[in-house]
């Protein structure tokens, strides 16, 4: 059994996938996880300081493998042929879209901030204990996907799942919880095409198709003095996947705003969405800081 989030893997992605094939393995059930990218620097982080190893690259063809989904159920963000794949269980906490199985399977999505807030409760369900290394990846992917507490997806649920985790761990949370997310946005090594490809996702709007890149920094300013390299990329991409929208949405992980780069022939759907008017092909948006929920909802309605 294989275990993985999406492709251009989060925290939560790749700690959910670790901590799920742990839990499966306690309960019988041979199990394996893997990434269907590279690991970006906060991940890189939080394996680093819990000493955990990164799973291995996801490789060959998943025909006839059986696969658990993680923090992720649309085929479009999961593996390449992943159809060929017998999906056996999806514990989500995304929209529920583009997923279809010939065969049933244990289909768990709940509305809170992380993947790894449910799994902490299927191990009280479990009755399996939490080992000191687990709860050290789930209260950090809990961290990342809420930026510690201050997401508008974060819920009760997550900062207690969080607080409890934490004190398993031994880890004092705002410290660490900070230069975590703090070491996800050392990004000055990284190329345009890297940026945008550290959090992409594409979802189905309406009619179109719309690719949007996060990405989280402690400075909006700096991350502008390279908007005419990010663009110049943002629209290599658009030809190469026949986009209709590229949105690139960086995000003051300190002031929780979002300044976008939108590009493409339906930039509409963000200025509708979000009325506003896009200059120079950028907008700045206040309080906004979920893709999930503050971004693809509205943009979806105005598609
Ligand atoms: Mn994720
Ligand atoms: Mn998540």
Do not use: W
Request: proline letters at 3%.
């Amino acid at each position: 059994m294989l275990v993985f989030g999406h492709k251009n893997p989060d925290t939560d992605t790749v700690c959910s996938a670790i901590v799920m094939a742990h839990l499966q393995n306690k309960l019988g059930n041979p199990a394996q996880a893997v990434r269907l990218g590279d690991l970006n620097k906060e991940t890189q982080y939080v394996l680093n300081h819990f000493n955990v190893e990164a799973p291995q690259l996801l490789e060959g063809s998943l025909e006839g493998k059986d696969v658990i989904l993680v923090d992720h159920n649309e085929f479009g963000q999961s593996a390449d042929g992943i159809g060929e794949a017998t999906v056996k269980m999806v514990v989500d906490h995304h929209r529920i879209a583009n997923f279809q199985t010939a065969e049933p399977l244990y289909f768990r999505a709940e509305p809170v901030g992380c993947t790894a807030t449910i799994l902490y409760k299927m191990f009280k369900e479990n009755g399996v204990e939490v080992e000191s290394k687990m709860a050290g990846l789930m209260l950090s992917a809990i961290v990342s996907d809420t930026l510690l507490f201050k997401s508008p997806t974060c819920t009760a649920e997550d900062e207690t799942a969080c607080r409890e985790l934490a004190a398993m761990a031994g880890i004092d949370l705002n410290g660490y919880g900070m230069d975590m997310l703090k070491a996800g946005t050392d990004l000055s090594d990284y190329s345009a095409g890297q940026l945008l490809g550290i959090d992409a996702k594409v979802f189905p709007m309406g009619a179109a198709t719309v690719e949007i890149a996060q990405i989280n920094t402690v400075s909006i300013a700096d991350m502008l003095t390279r908007k005419n390299e990010l663009e110049a990329q943002m629209q290599a991409i658009i030809s190469e996947k026949g986009l209709d929208l590229f949105v690139a949405v960086i995000t003051d992980i300190l002031n929780s705003n979002s300044q976008i780069i939108a590009l493409g022939n339906r930039t509409d759907i963000v200025e509708k969405g979000f009325q506003v008017t896009l200059v120079e092909n950028t907008a700045l948006l206040e309080g906004v800081v979920s893709r999930k929920k503050q971004i693809v909802p509205v943009m979806d309605k105005s598609a």
